[in-house]
């Protein structure tokens, strides 16, 4: 009898107590699973970050270069005294056409319109070159004035040689890269001094086709400048002689007002063609044999002499420097100064065309 109430004890302590313990072997085992599981899912959930990191990273790297890309652009600069050809940093010889080209006591915003358009006209000429074995020379009258860094602090004041020099700079290093393109197309960024209120189309200066980012615009402000008026007086014996260089068969009567008279004018207001006795001449000429600053221009006769009033100086074609520190001294920015000169342009990065 005891034996079977042994038996029965131990029957009924192994219902119990059996379970309890693969129940815990069980759990155990879960936990360990789990454990083992949340160790997976880290590890998957790093290698993840760091894959994304690196793709992040790749992401940055790209972008970086892009907008902060430091490729260096060069220019094959030929020196006309010389005959000597230059390869030199584009953004570096932007400082010595800069300040040969703009005064540097020029509003900052008009100096950095200077280099986005100097350097636009750099790029322009290197594509369509006129040098044989160079891309630009350095004379005002074929390509852009350039002038040496030595050459320009000593022209100077001594105490303004450092201020003038550092405010160039800043005027290059924050348009760095930086041309105006038409169609995604660097334009050929023409300048000049002073447009006497009005700026001109190249058609009426040099004929061929016109540029359609290049119009007629209007500058206010301009006259303030010692550029916008300016005259030239000669005698009559003078004048037919000047004339005669280029018309040697000039016929003409002095005393007869018909003989000498303006008889059409540009768009711009400025002159196409002159009466000069048995000729019709161009403004463009006239300027150029009477050694005028502009062809906005006026005549006055009097007994003994003829005078030509003049506004403006240069060509008049695209931004006139003038006009930019006008609108730079009216709170415009370089890239409104800029837009007000060209029309339907962007102003784009080297990078992002070439």
Known sequence: MKKILIYILILITSCFILPAIFSNQDKTKETIVEKTNEKEEEKINEDKNKKSDKKESKKGDKKESKIGEDKEYKIKLLHGKTGEVEEVNLEKYL??????????DFEKEALKAQAIVARTYTIYKKNNKKHENADICDDSKCCQAWISKEERLSRWEEEKRKENWNKIEQAINETKGQIITYKNEPINAFFHSNSGGK??????????????????????????????????????????EKIKTKYSDLSINIHDENEIKIIEYTES????????GNHNISGVEVRNMLKLKSTNFEIEKSKEKIKFLVKGYGHGVGMSQTGADSLAKQGKSAKEIINHFYKDIEIKNLSEIF
Do not use: C, H
């Open 199 to 240: 700026t001109e189309i190249p058609v009426n200066v040099w004929g061929g086709n016109n540029y359609p980012y290049l119009q007629v615009v209007e500058t206010s402000g301009e006259e303030e400048y010692k550029q916008y008026y300016s005259d030239v007086e000669y005698s009559y014996e003078e004048f037919i």
């Open 95 to 104: 400082l010595n056409v800069v300040s040969a080209e703009m005064p540097a």
């Open 269 to 276: 207001g400025r002159v196409r063609t002159v009466k000069i």
